[in-house]
């Protein structure tokens, strides 16, 4: 199974944090998890209805199975805008050398 991380960006004052990268592109059942690099939390809510704890400042969230597209967005208040998806892709065979 693989993992990817998707980064949590401060956004420009005035301007709200985005998803690094985004969409996140991974196979079926990959592991995700959320780093927060940001000095503020964050909670996500899953389209997939699946919520996240509170992902504190410069920290991460748990892992998450990802077995389909989704998207996200942050449910704290104030932080309107933040949100991000998660593509599915089919991983492909690379041919021997």
């Not at 004052?13 to 998803?19: I, L, V």
């Not at 410069?58 to 449910?75: D, G």
Request: one cysteine or more; glycine letters at 6%.
């Amino acid at each position: 199974m693989a993992n990817f991380s998707i980064s949590i960006i401060s956004g420009k004052p005035g301007n709200p944090a985005t998803f690094s990268p985004d969409p996140q592109n991974v196979p079926a059942n990959s592991i995700v998890t959320w780093n927060n690099t940001t000095e503020e939390d964050h909670q996500l809510a899953l389209s997939d209805t699946r919520v996240t704890p509170v992902i504190y400042a410069e920290q991460s969230s748990p892992e998450y199975v990802i077995a389909t597209p989704l998207t996200y967005a942050c449910t704290i208040r104030g932080h309107e805008g933040e949100t991000g998806s998660i593509d599915v892709v089919e991983v492909e065979d690379i041919p021997p050398c």
